[in-house]
């Protein structure tokens, strides 16, 4: 069996979709129809290096809409799932691997991070208002 990287494979897949598939499969990442149109677009990529970087350079690009209506996507700390009600299929397992470490915490300590989280995006976004 030949040696195979499993990003460049997939990375070879993903070159290869149709622009609608390769906007999907984007909008998994992350949820801005712009973000996902440009990134396609710009393909082929010639390995993963490649396309996280024109990852990174159109969502510093993106208007603060496309910001707002990323972030608006992203399951909130505590959320599960379908009770998230925001992100169904591959984006809520994502977001439930990433919220698993605290899983076995206290309500008092998921409040007490998403108090934090709220106030740092805050933070975050007033920042990003300042800019735009």
């Not at 973000?35 to 677009?41: C, E, H, I, S």
């Amino acid at each position: 069996m030949p040696n195979v990287n499993p990003a460049e494979a997939g990375l070879a897949v993903f070159n290869a979709l149709g622009a609608a598939a390769a906007e999907t499969e984007l909008l998994a990442c992350c949820a801005c129809p712009v973000f996902a149109r440009d990134v396609a677009a710009r393909r082929p990529y010639r390995d993963p290096a490649e396309l996280a970087a024109t990852a990174d350079a159109v969502v510093r690009g993106l208007a603060w809409p496309d910001v707002r209506l990323a972030l608006a996507a992203h399951p909130r700390i505590g959320e599960r799932g379908a009770n998230a009600g925001r992100t169904p299929g591959r984006e809520s397992s994502w977001s439930m691997n990433e919220q698993s470490s605290v899983e076995g915490a206290g309500r008092a300590v998921l409040a007490e991070l998403a108090g934090i989280t709220r106030l740092r995006l805050a933070k975050l976004l007033e920042a990003l208002e300042m800019i735009a």
